[in-house]
């Protein structure tokens, strides 16, 4: 039986949304994340950040700012005393921009190829894990890996809730003001809360 892991969804859930994160300045964490995460590290979770980053693909930005952004965000949360056990991208995008970056690939969500190499790289079970993101595709995503979804209503979570949820084919197993709530969720559904 594989690691229970809480997956991720990067910009709306562990960073403020700003359209694109085109520039490192633009990166800044969410209220009381590096908490979360904290606590998640602690109770034996894998925490694994699943982002599509297709601006590399439009040409809004290199894909060697991705790294950049992504070591800001480690070293952010080794502060609070967090850490990540994986963070996997996506800089395709099937229509815009050029080869390589302009492809249909596996990796891009809904598709599950970035999760499939977590599972592999850290030996992950999802029936066991969650799903946490800020719109509504992070919860399609999430059901179909096959974990329990979290959505938050930072980034764009309140307003597809409000103004899209009634019409979800499925729904988010709760709903989050932030991620410190809705790890407070995961540890009194784990009955560790």
Not at 36 to 51: E, M, P, S, W, Y
Not at 53 to 79: C, N, T, W
Not at 102 to 116: A, I, T, Y
Request: with cysteine.
């Amino acid at each position: 039986m594989g690691h229970k892991a809480v997956f991720l969804d990067r910009d709306g859930t562990i960073n403020e949304e700003v359209g694109y994160v085109n520039h490192i300045d633009r990166f800044i964490l969410l209220p009381r994340v590096g908490e979360a995460i904290r606590i998640l590290n602690q109770n034996g979770f894998k925490v694994i950040v699943v982002t599509n980053q297709s601006g590399v693909a439009r040409g809004y930005f290199p894909e060697s700012l991705i790294h950049l952004v992504h070591q800001k965000m480690k070293d952010l949360l080794m502060k609070e005393g967090a850490y990540l056990d994986g963070i996997y991208y996506c800089p395709h995008h099937p229509e815009a921009g050029e080869p390589p970056y302009r492809q249909r690939c596996r990796c891009r969500k809904p598709n599950p190829g970035l999760v499939e190499k977590a599972v592999k790289d850290l030996d992950i079970d999802c029936s066991q894990s969650y799903f946490i993101g800020d719109r509504g595709k992070d919860i399609e995503f999430g059901h179909l890996i096959g974990a329990k979804t979290i959505l938050v209503l930072t980034g764009y979570g309140r307003g597809d809730w409000e103004f899209y949820g009634n019409r979800w084919e499925r729904k988010p197993h709760y709903v989050a003001k932030d991620l410190y709530e809705a790890v407070q969720w995961i540890l009194r559904t784990e009955g560790k809360g």
